[in-house]
Structure formats: structure tokens, C-alpha cells
């Protein structure tokens, strides 16, 4: 299954689609990336007159990539039917840097287990300045 197959497959849709293309899929790891637009809706608000892209959306994107792109990844690659819930469950992430408006992010994701529709990643979001944000996500993909 390569990328633009799983895209289409996430549950999401604009504003709240945070996936362009997955560049790297495989077992135990998976790289991807997304463009934070200068006119998303956040940036309204986020903050008056010095935009960024609020800590909740980075998150959003890694646990997209890497969690809900990867356990399709892997629910496909294992023959079992593809999730009628993703539910993300938990995050313990570290803020190091801000992501800007027009910024373009890579999340690279490494898994810790995928099992009995729970997984869970070590995932790194970086833009052109390093490390943005990096932690450990986990979430539920039930069929």
C-alpha cells in the first residue's frame, strides 16, 4: 500500500487533514509531511499579529502520520479490514521550536508495538530549523 493509497483512506478532510504525501512507509517506521498553509483557520486567533501554528495541530499532524497512517499501513499489509474508529488516546510531546504559517513540517515516526488495534510511536516533527516537537503517541484503530 503506498501513500496515495492511504491518504484518501484517513478520516479526515480540510481544514483538518494535516497529511500532503507519505514519502517513507515500512514495518517499524513511517515519514511523512504537510505544509502549514498561511491562511489555515488557526492563525486567525493563534496569536494576534505574530501567527504560529498552535502546539494542538502539531500534534494532530504527527498523530496523523504517524499513528493513524501507519496502523492503516499495517492493518492493510496484515489482511485485516481497515478501522471503523481511530481514536488517538494519548501524548506525551516536548515543544522545542515553533512551526510558522507557510512552514513545511517532516514527521518521522517509529513504532513501538502495533497490537490488538492499539499503537503506539516515538515521533519526531521537524521544519527547516530542526526539531519542532518530538514525544510518544498512542492511539486505538478498531474495525
Known amino acids: 500500500m ?15 487533514l494535516f497529511v500532503d504525501d507519505l514519502t517513507d512507509i515500512q514495518e517499524y517506521q513511517i515519514t511523512g509531511n504537510y505544509r502549514f498553509r498561511e491562511d489555515e483557520y488557526f492563525y486567525r ?7 504560529v501554528t498552535p502546539g494542538v495541530i502539531l500534534v494532530e499532524c504527527m498523530a496523523q502520520i504517524g499513528l493513524v497512517c501507519h496502523g492503516l499501513f499495517l492493518l492493510n499489509k496484515a489482511q485485516k479490514p481497515l478501522p ?19 512552514e513545511k513540517v517532516e514527521v518521522k515516526s517509529q513504532l513501538i508495538y502495533f497490537r490488538m488495534g492499539k499503537i503506539k510511536s516515538q515521533i519526531i516533527l521537524t521544519n527547516a530549523s530542526g526539531v519542532a516537537c518530538r514525544g510518544e503517541l498512542s492511539g486505538m484503530l478498531r474495525s
Open 45 to 51: 486567533g493563534h496569536f494576534k499579529d505574530a501567527p
Open 84 to 102: 471503523s474508529v481511530v481514536a488517538f488516546t494519548a501524548a506525551d510531546v516536548d515543544f522545542l521550536i515553533p512551526v510558522y504559517p507557510g
Open 2 to 16: 503506498t501513500g496515495s493509497e492511504i491518504i484518501p483512506l484517513l478520516p479526515y478532510e480540510p481544514p483538518f
